[in-house]
């Protein structure tokens, strides 16, 4: 059977469908039926299956309508709901639970102010799949603003969730604390205060945060800009106590936190234990002492000692050489850089010509020099009877300092039998994950600054969004490990004892020199993991066939990215 267009003068051509065969040596054909009245597309697909062709050629049947990434939403997404983050926030679906999950994602895969959010949640602006996955429907910034609200009156009840799960009695608890600077000048928490960053002149905020041992976030708050570290201790510690029903924990924080003052009239009364550390200026008490024997540190590097100075304590004092080669380094480079701008200085006093006169002018750029290397402790100036200008270094008390170089000392409540000297020091080392913590917030992942918000709680919500995607990215680079360039066990710091440096675990090292996996996957950062996944797109295709409904079809993963969504648990 074949189609035969048959043409004639003066009427359009007739359609026919036909059947062939030999007879005698000759040719003969019928007419089976007149096609002329059918649509062409459908004679065009009769022709084409009756000559076994291809019924649609490359790019005629379909079209894709739009494209989207999806893999890394589909990735954090899965993580949020496996870990249960959707019922932390409330336990009934609603549009304002949907779109504090949006922000949550939408925070660890492209951290922006709310309005660039917004858009990319938008139908019409979107950038990845995340909102149609969702189903959030049409919104905008006011949308997430008031989702905002919506999510900051629950703070309470996700945080003893979150505490729930990673804290117990006589648990291990990391607290520190960091500023980030606001853009603007109305918010009523935006203060002037010591920037952790180096942003001067911009108004900042404190935050701080509180982390189980194992480094999972549970909590967050947001302090005013100029309020002193030790000042923010005692709302963790009720927070600890009355919000999370723990009666007996172990806090742990940094000397500049828990003061001595700190720890006298509020951590001591709470009944709770804690790990601390002595400033520079108590541990050059304690050697003068007689307290702390420098020889001791000649064939270990961790003293425990007792002091009538701090009655009820252990201290745990530690000597790290590697340490004390660095700050004797970095001291003798400041020195000689001090010296270089006074030698200056004296130059211009001895010139015959504009001579550099008067104790006034000379202390004046002696005072910017030193001040500006801290190296004032370390000189001596003076003015000599023809108002020439000298300086020395003070030996003494840099052979003083010297002695010291390395040495740092561990205080803590617990007793001996609860927790050993290397265990304490190790507890303490545990604060450098909040910092790692903060870096992520800050600058790396999420991006907590700047804050572009105004009104005080907005601003409070803000930085629950971004502890909430800190605590779905912590859990998501504990599970894709293999395929990163971290360690087997991320967070824990490979060392030789307490008091050795941390170093790169065998595994990461391994990782770092070959670029790929034990298995062969190659590894990549978690950032870069994330853009690797997000190639995984969600497409809606459009058949060209009038009447038949667009339809999605999601790409096929990449082997790396099925091994991704393995290592998850999640299904793309």
Not at 23 to 29: I, L
Not at 155 to 176: N, P, S, T
Not at 193 to 213: C, D, N, T, V, Y
Not at 446 to 472: E, G, I, N, S, T
Request: with cysteine; aromatic share 6%.
């Amino acid at each position: 059977m074949y189609v035969e267009t048959v043409p004639n003068r003066n009427s359009p051509p007739a359609i026919l469908l036909r059947e062939g065969w030999r007879e005698g040596g000759k040719v003969k054909k019928r007419t089976l039926a007149n096609l002329s009245k059918w649509p062409k597309p459908k004679i065009e697909m009769l022709r084409r299956l009756l000559k076994d062709e291809p019924l649609v050629g490359r790019g005629e049947a379909f079209d894709i309508a739009r494209s989207l990434p999806h893999g890394h939403a589909a990735a954090a997404l899965g993580t949020l709901r496996k870990l249960g983050v959707e019922r932390l926030l409330d336990s009934k679906r609603s549009p304002q639970r949907d779109r504090a999950v949006a922000m949550i994602v939408a925070r660890l895969l492209d951290p922006g102010s709310k309005l660039a959010t917004a858009r990319g949640l938008a139908e019409a602006t979107a950038r990845d799949s995340l909102a149609a996955t969702l189903g959030l429907g049409p919104l905008d910034e006011d949308d997430l603003h008031a989702a905002m609200d919506w999510l900051l009156a629950r703070q309470a009840r996700i945080e003893r969730g979150l505490a729930r799960r990673h804290l117990k009695e006589g648990a291990l608890v990391l607290y520190d604390l960091t500023s980030a600077y606001l853009e603007g000048r109305h918010c009523p928490l935006a203060r002037l205060g010591h920037s952790r960053g180096g942003k001067r002149g911009k108004l900042q905020i404190e935050l701080g945060l509180l982390r189980a041992r194992d480094g999972c976030p549970v909590a967050v708050e947001v302090f005013e800009g100029n309020v002193a570290d030790p000042k923010t201790a005692g709302s963790q510690i009720n927070k600890l106590k009355d919000r999370f029903g723990l009666s007996r924990v172990v806090l742990v924080g940094d000397r500049g936190m828990l003061t001595d003052a700190r720890i006298r009239e509020e951590v001591a009364p709470s009944g709770l234990d804690w790990i601390s550390a002595l400033r520079g200026s108590a541990i050059r008490q304690l050697v003068e002492s007689g307290a702390v024997q420098l020889s001791l540190f000649d064939e270990r590097d961790l003293v425990e000692v007792r002091s009538g100075a701090y009655p009820g304590e252990r201290l745990m004092v530690c000597r790290n050489p590697l340490l004390a080669a660095e700050r004797s380094r970095k001291r003798e480079e400041l020195l000689q850089a001090t010296e270089r701008h006074l030698e200056s200085i004296a130059e211009a006093a001895r010139r015959e010509k504009r001579r550099l006169k008067g104790a006034e002018r000379i202390g004046e750029r002696v005072g910017k020099v030193i001040n500006q290397y801290k190296m004032t402790k370390h000189f001596e100036w003076w003015l000599d009877a023809e108002g020439r200008f000298h300086y020395r270094r003070k030996e003494s008390g840099i052979a003083a300092e010297s002695a010291l170089d390395g040495l740092y000392a561990v205080r803590t409540s617990l007793p001996e039998s609860e927790m050993n000297a290397e265990g304490a020091v190790r507890s303490y080392k545990r604060l450098s994950a909040v910092e790692r913590a903060f870096r992520s917030l800050k600058s790396v992942d999420l991006k907590v600054r700047p804050v572009f918000h105004r009104a005080a709680d907005r601003v409070r919500a803000h930085a629950l969004l971004c502890m909430l995607a800190y605590c779905v990215e912590w859990h998501m680079r504990r599970r894709l490990a293999p395929l990163l360039f971290d360690g087997e066990h991320p967070g824990e710091a490979a060392r030789a004892s307490a008091v050795a440096p941390a170093r790169v675990s065998e595994s990461a090292r391994r990782k770092a020199s070959r670029k790929r996996a034990e298995e062969g996957w190659p590894v990549h950062s978690f950032r870069a993991l994330l853009g690797d996944l997000a190639t995984l797109t969600k497409n809606t295709v459009a058949p060209r066939v009038e009447g038949a409904d667009p339809f999605e079809l999601l790409a096929r993963p990449t082997p790396l990215q099925s091994k991704a969504f393995k290592l998850l648990g999640v299904r793309p």
